[in-house]
């Protein structure tokens, strides 16, 4: 939230205080691919590729001090993060808001990656041995 709650974001659905975004690395080979197919796999996350070409997670989560009535429940003293985000990039009128790409399936991840980043890995000739088992185990990497 920007101004003053009883104001411009009165009679908003409060977007901007349900979903956070944390930046990536432009994805280079398969297993950049794969890490992003393991966040598009949770629900309620996507990723997008912003106007100027830089790469995204957002995450939909509500944050914890919005209260049932729509107003911030730490106004006074909310991050700065909140405190910047002006009504000039504002999800209520969608300015600042262009992407390039926005993948919410794995499907469309894949797609675009085999089109403009990765190409798919060589066919080898011989089937290698299978290992015993995975290499490790899920766990966040970011
Ligand atoms: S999306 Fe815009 S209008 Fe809505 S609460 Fe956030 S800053 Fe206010
Ligand atoms: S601290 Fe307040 S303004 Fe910031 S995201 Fe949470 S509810 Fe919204």
Request: charged share 35%; with cysteine; glycine share 6%.
């Amino acid at each position: 939230m920007s101004r003053k709650q009883t104001d411009y974001c009165r009679d908003c659905d409060k977007a901007c205080c349900k979903y956070f975004t944390v930046p990536l690395d432009k994805p280079e080979d398969d297993t950049d691919v794969d890490a992003m197919v393991w966040y598009l796999l949770h629900e309620g996350v996507s990723i997008f590729i912003d106007d100027e070409g830089d790469w995204f997670v957002n995450i939909t989560a509500r944050c914890r001090e919005l209260r049932p009535d729509g107003l911030c429940g730490v106004y006074r003293t909310r991050p700065q993060i909140c405190r910047d985000h002006t009504d000039e990039v504002c999800e209520k009128n969608d300015d600042g808001y262009d992407f390039k790409e926005h993948f919410f399936t794995v499907r469309q991840l894949k797609a675009y990656a085999r089109k403009h980043l990765v190409k798919p890995p060589k066919k080898t000739a011989q089937r290698s041995t299978k290992s015993a088992g995975k290499a490790g185990g899920k766990g966040k990497t970011a």
